[in-house]
Structures are given as structure tokens and as C-alpha cells.
């Protein structure tokens, strides 16, 4: 079946809907468009409105649900860190899974590690992994990088902490390693103070997206050097990298691709790991829907 993809983007008709995940913690999402089911769960420094252009690009057949994961909107919030495990944002996806009947579901970054848990425990769920954050196979200094990240965060210190987490995942322009710390802590402390103003449907403020980095980066080191469990996925699956992505993300995406012989592989050319975003954000969410389209369909048609 060929499908089209829409060319009027809009995120006008996202209604609003919470879910209970396992905890009892109430989940927000917002749904878009007619057809199968699709989840949508975000990466770190996102929310539900990060992925807005995406949903309405697949809204002509899919129906899209954009998940927001805790700590943003009316999502509830995480447990303190030191009782946090990744089976809780797992459990908060599987709730919207079952609540919309979806048959597929589309994790990016963390929360394409997120989304590969999900898949493991439901093995007729398609997955679609846009770049997850794996680290395999010495790909990323990681210790090193929490070493400095993990008591930052513990006192608190935010524009510290965030800083780490730009330089340590690779984030951002490369100039930016030249800068002096303090002028980018003091750079970020400056943004986390702005008013962003209103927020669009399944926005966060910057402090909320701050508060959560712990948690996503918790999630990348629990699944470090553990990336062969996903051979055990049993769906159909796509995995999706860029072209200009760091080095360590184009490296899960090709592991998992020999992991899994059956896995459809695409490379989304001209840009980075913001693919999956808002055009004003940097992404190309007509092409990245185009490419979501083209490989499930290739895939059920097996």
C-alpha cells in the first residue's frame, strides 16, 4: 500500500488525553490523525510539541500519539533518581501503547531505548529507532562523562550539569568545545531564566526539560554495553540515523542493523540528530515521515 504524506503540516487538531502508567502516574499525550496507532516518544531536551510537524506530516495514516514523558505538562513526575529505573518510562509508554490500541511505536534518542524496552516485552509491535542512545563497543567515553555529570546533578547545580551533558553526548556545534565553561554555564543559566512565554500544545518550559536530563542520561548508562539485548526483539523493525549525527549514534544504528538481519535500515541525509524535530529546530520532519512511511509499509509487506 503506498501512502501520502501530508504537505500542510499543522499541529491545530492534537487533542489532549492522560493515561495511569502502572504507578498510578498520570501520562499525557496528544493524538492526531486517522489510521493504526502510532507512539511517539521523545528524546531528551523534547517534549510532546518537539515531534508536532513529524505527527502532522504522518497524520493522513497514522493516527499519531505523542507522548509526554514525565516532568512535562501534565505528565507526572519522576521518583527521586537515586529510585529511578528505566522500567518506569517503559511502563508510562506500554500505558499509551495499550490505551490507544497502537500497533507501532517511534522512540528517538533515550527514548529510543525506551522504545526498544517497549518493544522486547510486545513482540508484535513495530518499532521504529531513530538514533537510540546505545553506547556499544567503546563508542562514547561515558564514564568519564559521569564522573563529572553525576555529582553535579546531585548538588543540583543545573547549567553545570547541562553543560556536561552537551560536551559528553556530543550535542550542539562542535565550536563549542573551544568555549570556556564558564561562559557556557553562564549562557545557560541565562536561557533557564527566560520566560519562554506560551507554550504550544505538549510544550515544557526549560526547566522542566533540565530537571528531566538526569533521569535520560540514568537511562543511557543502564543500557550501556548492553545493546546485544535487542536481538530479541521479535517485530518488525526500522531504524533511522543522519547523516551528520555523531559518530557513537551512527554506531547503535549500525549494530543493531547486524543484531537484527531483518531490521530495514535508512540514513536521512543532510542533517543531524535534530532529524526528527520541528523545522524551526532543525529538523526535516517531511522527510523523516516520508522515510517512516516507506519502511513499514516495506516491512508489513513481508
Known amino acids: 500500500m503506498s501512502r501520502t504524506v501530508s504537505t500542510a503540516p499543522s499541529t491545530d487538531q492534537l487533542t489532549s488525553h492522560?493515561?495511569?502508567?502502572?504507578?498510578?502516574?498520570?501520562?499525557?499525550?496528544?493524538?492526531?490523525?486517522t489510521g493504526p496507532g502510532l507512539v511517539i516518544v521523545h528524546?531528551?531536551?523534547?517534549?510532546?510539541?518537539?515531534?508536532?510537524?513529524?505527527?502532522?506530516?504522518?497524520a493522513g495514516t497514522f493516527t499519531v500519539h505523542l507522548v509526554n514523558r514525565r516532568g512535562r505538562g501534565r505528565s507526572g513526575a519522576y521518583p527521586a533518581l537515586d529510585r529511578y529505573?528505566?522500567?518506569?518510562?517503559?511502563?508510562?509508554v506500554a500505558a499509551v501503547v495499550a490505551a490507544t490500541g497502537s500497533t507501532a511505536v517511534l522512540g528517538i534518542s533515550s527514548g529510543g531505548i525506551i522504545a526498544a524496552e517497549v518493544a522486547l516485552a510486545h513482540p508484535g509491535l513495530a518499532v521504529v529507532l531513530f538514533e537510540p542512545a546505545l553506547v556499544a563497543d567503546g563508542s562514547l567515553d561515558l564514564d568519564a562523562f559521569l564522573r563529572r555529570f553525576e555529582p553535579e546533578a546531585a548538588r543540583g547545580d543545573?547549567?553545570?550539569?547541562?553543560?556536561?551533558?552537551?560536551?559528553?553526548?556530543?550535542?550542539?556545534?562542535?565550536?563549542?568545545?573551544?568555549?570556556?565553561?564558564?561562559?557556557?554555564e553562564s549562557s545557560t543559566r541565562k536561557m533557564l531564566a527566560k520566560d519562554a512565554g506560551a507554550l504550544p500544545a505538549g510544550g515544557a518550559t526549560m526547566g522542566e526539560l533540565a530537571a528531566a536530563v538526569p533521569y535520560d542520561m540514568r537511562i543511557v548508562a543502564q543500557r550501556a554495553d548492553r545493546i546485544a539485548d535487542y536481538?530479541?526483539?521479535?517485530?518488525?523493525?526500522?531504524?533511522?540515523t543522519a547523516e551528520k549525527s555523531p559518530a557513537y549514534l551512527r554506531h547503535a544504528v549500525t549494530r543493531l542493523g547486524e543484531?537484527?538481519?531483518?531490521?530495514?535500515?535508512?540514513t536521512i541525509p543532510g542533517t543531524g540528530h535534530s532529524?526528527?524535530?520541528?523545522?524551526?529546530?532543525?529538523?526535516?520532519?517531511?522527510?523523516?515521515?516520508?522515510?517512516?512511511?516507506?519502511?513499514?509499509?516495506?516491512?508489513?509487506a513481508r
Open 18 to 33: 492522560l493515561v495511569s502508567s502502572e504507578d498510578g502516574t498520570p501520562i499525557e499525550y496528544f493524538s492526531t490523525g
Open 275 to 300: 532529524a526528527t524535530q520541528n523545522r524551526k529546530d532543525g529538523g526535516k520532519p517531511e522527510v523523516v515521515a516520508a522515510l517512516v512511511q516507506e519502511g513499514l509499509d516495506a516491512l508489513q
Open 85 to 92: 529505573d528505566l522500567a518506569v518510562d517503559v511502563a508510562d
Open 158 to 184: 543545573v547549567p553545570a550539569y547541562m553543560v556536561t551533558a552537551l560536551l559528553g553526548t556530543q550535542m550542539g556545534p562542535g565550536f563549542l568545545r573551544f568555549f570556556p565553561r564558564r561562559m557556557l
Open 259 to 266: 543484531l537484527l538481519p531483518g531490521a530495514r535500515v535508512a
Open 231 to 240: 536481538a530479541a526483539i521479535r517485530g518488525p523493525v526500522l531504524l533511522l
Open 43 to 58: 528524546g531528551t531536551m523534547q517534549s510532546a510539541a518537539s515531534q508536532g510537524e513529524l505527527a502532522a506530516a504522518l
